[in-house]
């Protein structure tokens, strides 16, 4: 059987660099094939991540969201609408409306459709993707996913995606590798997918698992083009929900609600209660989603500069990936104590 390996076991190593100040290190990436963002982020399409602040936010910040598709075609819309910018998007199933959902969001001008599934590849994604090219004219990118595996990639290439998202059971929330025993860690499916991506010149992000800024920094070097994230932004005051307050002065806490997008929770607010294949749980509030995000670039530009990269093309030529021992875990991670 192959080893197939995730984030702790890599680390990056340094090279010689002509970087004078990691401030001058450009982080524009592409998205998918027709367009580009400023910085490699971009949160997810789950109901307590993105609704009309986060995307707002990450848009200014020069990354992206995708609003949810957990809500009315008319709401969802009406926030692309609002939002009136050129970055963001907006997910869509494969089944029922999406159709509708699809033509709605073109015509207030979205640029980015995501096709949001748990198995990108299969054949209803297939179908889905030749209606929506067929139907629904206009200048949107596909992005789809999820998938984590070669032929998934090539396939999803074949099909005309113009980005995919890869990572199956990695997010933070999710239970899938615990309810079905499927799924692939982060580090070789980047490897396997953007391999196969490259041929077809399509961008490819990394989605679900992202526990730190060096996580970040690892899938750009493994070849990813964008990093998604769900937990690092969740508890945020830009994510949907209300903050709650726990105990009394002056021992209160205030938390915010993370949910997966099959969680048990979520799925029973849309009435349905089968294939349960996530957790929720709740966040200590994190405040403004602009700390993260500048502290996540910060080490994003350090990172570049240890391996003397200028942009990130040649930071995913640059980085060479070496897999570490148990030892080596546990030295990388604070260990005084
Ligand atoms: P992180 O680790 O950033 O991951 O919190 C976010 C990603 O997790 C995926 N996701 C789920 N996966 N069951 C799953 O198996 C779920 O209920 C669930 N909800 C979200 C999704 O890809 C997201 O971007």
Redesign the pocket.
Known sequence: MREYLTYDDIQILPKYSDINHRSSCDTVTRLTKNYKLDIPIVS???DTITEYDMAYEMSRLGGMGIIHRFMSIEDQSKIVDELNTHMVGAAIGITGDFIERAQELNNVGVPIICIDV?HGHHKLVKEAMRRLKNEVKGSFDVLVG?IATAEAARDLCEWGADGL?I?I????????RIQTGVGVPMVSSILDCTGIADDYDVPCMA?????SVGDVCKGLACGADTI?????L?GTKETPGIITKQGQWPNEVLQKKYR????LE?KSDRGETKNV???STTILYKGKVKRIISDIIDGLRSSMSYVGAKDISEYQINSEKIKITNAGIIEAKPHLL
């Open positions: 997810s399409p789950m748990a999820n998202r990572g059971g990695g997010g933070s929330l999710c239970s899938t989605d679900g698992g992202i526990r998604m994230l769900g937990s690092l969740s997966g997008s099959a969680s979520s294949e996530g957790y």
